[in-house]
């Protein structure tokens, strides 16, 4: 029979409260209400900025332009096939914005900045 002292089992919690993770991540989500024509309503984003990236839970990006009381309106910067009413989307915090560095020159790119021209990546030494 094994027994277990009443000091190694302290220890023990003294151990797992002292590596317990206290960090809270708030996260911005909503729901779609309407989706069509590359246009989206969202339910839910309150404190979503002007201009925004949002992530669709299919991984499709949108930027909100439209902030009304009620929803957002978003545009969608992909297909967006797969989103259906009531699907979850987030806020990103990143307001939209484009790189700028001699690894563009003489690239085509997509209004997300990803490379289109068959070329391969931009390597992040050719971005700075």
């Not at 409260?17 to 779609?32: A, S």
């Not at 900025?49 to 991984?59: I, K, N």
């Not at 490379?115 to 391969?120: F, L, T, V, W």
């Amino acid at each position: 029979m094994v027994t277990i002292r009443a000091d190694e089992i302290s220890k023990i919690i003294r151990e797992r409260i002292e590596q317990y993770n206290t960090e809270v991540k708030i996260v911005n989500t909503g729901i779609v209400l309407q989706v069509g024509n590359g246009i989206a309503r969202i339910y839910g984003l309150d404190e979503v900025m002007a201009g925004e990236l949002v992530e669709f839970e299919e991984s499709t990006i949108g930027i909100t332009l439209n902030l009304e009381s009620k929803n957002v309106g978003v545009v969608l910067m992909g297909d967006g096939l797969m989103i259906q009413e009531g699907s979850s989307v987030k806020a990103t915090g990143r307001i939209a914005q484009i790189p700028v560095s001699e690894g563009y020159l003489g690239r085509v790119v997509n209004a997300l900045a990803k490379p289109i021209d068959g070329r391969g990546e931009i390597s992040a030494l050719e971005s700075r």
